[in-house]
């Protein structure tokens, strides 16, 4: 069974990988849609007094799936929504469920895989990661939904322009010179960008169910770090200073 640190490190090295794509949004959907496996996904905050916002979309027919949903209120987006679970929607069977949604996505000539995952914060707000495959299997790593969840959820909240309120931010000024630290570690480690590596922070005390900034000083003793894939093993770090 994979560890929290083995989704971390996978998820880091894909975020390492798409680094020249500008924006934060755009490299958590990238990152995204390659873990899944999907052919494209979109990212719905719920976080604005006025309901539903697209925070990124990787394709048109990504935030048109979307958007449907929104419009009928029906679907696997507006199910995780309602139930805070993991909910996967096969578009190529004769299954009755969503019937409204069913025939306008036809019309798209799309039957493939919709996965919503719910986007889960420390502050409760909500969102859905909603990820699209043309085609393959229905299943996916519970492991990597759960974190995707917390990761893109805690990143969403970094944004004042997506709802997030000042208090978002009281935890890392308190702790604000671990959490430097720890940051600087992981931005060194996973070759990410600073603001990348503060969502994987936040993102992994959330998930562990820990204070921030006692996560990050795990991070600067050496007893949480970016592990190998294949392996369980907490490698040991050197004291950083």
Not at 206 to 214: I, Y
Request: proline share 3%; hydrophobic share 40%.
């Amino acid at each position: 069974m994979a560890t929290t640190e083995n989704v971390l490190t996978r998820f880091s090295g894909i975020l390492a990988s798409v680094s020249t794509l500008d924006t934060l949004r755009e490299r958590l959907s990238e990152t995204s849609r390659i873990m899944l496996g999907a052919n494209g996904v979109v990212i719905t905050s719920e976080t604005v007094p006025d309901g539903r916002i697209t925070v990124s979309s990787t394709q048109p027919l990504s935030e048109q799936l979307g958007a449907l949903q929104t419009a009928v209120g029906e679907g696997p987006m507006i199910d995780a929504l309602r139930t805070g679970a993991v909910v996967v929607g096969d578009f190529g069977s004769a299954d009755g469920q969503w019937p409204v949604l069913r025939r306008l996505v036809s019309e798209l000539d799309f039957t493939g895989t919709l996965i919503a995952i719910p986007l889960r914060s420390d502050l409760a707000l909500h969102g859905v990661l909603l990820a699209h495959r043309d085609s393959g299997s229905l299943e996916t790593d519970a492991d990597d939904a759960r974190f995707l969840g917390n990761a893109i959820g805690t990143a969403v909240l970094q944004d004042p322009a997506l709802g997030a309120q000042g208090h978002v931010f009281a935890e890392v000024v308190s702790d604000r010179d671990l959490v430097r630290r720890a940051t600087g570690i992981l931005e060194v480690e996973a070759s990410i960008r600073y603001q990348d590596a503060l969502a994987l922070l936040r993102a992994l005390a959330f998930s562990r169910g820990e204070e921030l900034g006692a996560v990050a000083k795990g991070v600067i003793d050496g007893d949480v770090c970016l592990c190998d894939t294949d392996t369980d093993v907490t490698h040991p770090r050197h004291d950083r200073g």
